[in-house]
């Protein structure tokens, strides 16, 4: 493993854990793996704010749109026993649907290409007004008009994955959740994954959180439910850990997987750009993908009522992460790539020397806390209340155990001016940076 590697994996749970207090989050989960084994995990938060449950890392979380790869995987794995084709028409799978959803191809429903309707005509059972739709109310969905004609665009459909269950269970002639439990997610070695809920008695669950608007504070909402007919769409419930675990496999350069070489790199290509979207994404099989810091991912993301979460693989580093949060406001994406925003720079600039390691700790004024982060040649002032602690971040060069020059900075900064590292404080230009209790019991004093 990389030096550098080591460096990020310290600093990501000290800027995660700093995010969650600012924010006001209720929790937050994260893992990461490196060639397919698990190198650091962790929970910061409460699994319940109404009970004051402290989060751990075995808590489960639901993690909603994550079921689509599940269920991608589900597909080309038939498909790779020549059970079906994925340009076969849905409609010789499943009876009573729309004419013209029927000729739909796996594939395009696999890539949101069929332009099938996204909910339904009441998409309550997402903001918990009704129960998931059980498999007739879906097949009656089905009969309807898509909106869309096939193949034109990307048109994102609970709908088309929860058809892809009916799929499945046509094939296989068992129940879609029962077969996905022993042929993907037993078979992928997930020990903490459920095919949909409601989770076992003592089985630890997250709960889902609300924002604080409108009640005035955040209240809980269990995710100890079924989403029946769509739990292709949106049932599984997983940890942090066991994402990375299974997502990793799905890369192409993974040495043990379910599925061929060939079947995944057909889920992770990109089959369709997301379009009036302001941040570039694609979508390949059940699979998202797009790039951050230069850095190429794929992977999925999630949201149901009360979860926001987030996994990426990066494939070229070897890497996969995943962030899971228990609020509707959950900073999932952000949080997921400002820890990749840590790792590029640590790989860019290395891990900590003998000259810098001494450097370090977290400091502040009344303005802003700052960390000093060092790498092997330098060490960084980030700002670890931003949601990319590195963004326009000063750089040290070490001149003496306690002494240092500013040569890299913004134009406002302290571009040119001296470094100082003391026992209490540091000094940066004419700034000085102390501990938060000092700098706490100074505001106090000095102002009402």
Known sequence: MPRWLNAALDYIPRWLEFQLRIHEQPGCAFAIAYKGRLLAEGAFGYADLGKRTPLTARHRFRVASHSKTFAATALLKLREARRLRLDDPVGRYVDGLHPQLARATLAELLSH???????????????????????????????????????????????????????????????????????????????????????????????????????????????????????????????????????????PQAKTSLLSVASRREMIRRHWREPDSTVERFYGLGVMSGSVAQWDWFGHSGGLQGYITRTYVLPRQDLALSVLTNAVDGLALPWIEGAVQILRAFAAKGAPSATTRSWTGRWWTLWNPIDLVPTARRVLVARPDLLNPFLDASEIQVKGRNAGRIVLAAGGAHYGEPARLGRNEVRLGGTRYRAERAVAREMASRYR
């Open 113 to 251: 290409g069929s332009g099938v309707v996204r909910d339904g005509p009441d998409s309550g059972q997402f903001v918990g007004r009704r129960p998931f739709l059980s498999e007739a109310e879906l097949r009656a969905d089905l009969k309807a008009p898509p909106p869309l004609r096939r193949n034109a665009r990307f048109k994102y459909s609970n709908h088309g994955y929860g058809l892809l269950g009916l799929v499945v269970q046509a094939v296989t002639g068992e129940p879609y959740v029962s077969w996905l439990r022993r042929e993907v997610i037993d078979a992928a070695g997930l020990g903490e994954t459920l095919a949909d809920g409601p989770p076992p008695s003592r089985t630890p669950l997250a709960m889902g959180h609300s924002w604080t608007q409108p009640v005035g504070r955040r209240v809980v909402i269990p995710g100890d439910y079924s989403t029946n007919a769509i739990a292709a769409a949106a049932g599984v419930i997983s940890t942090a850990a066991d994402l990375v675990r299974f997502f990793q496999q799905l890369s």
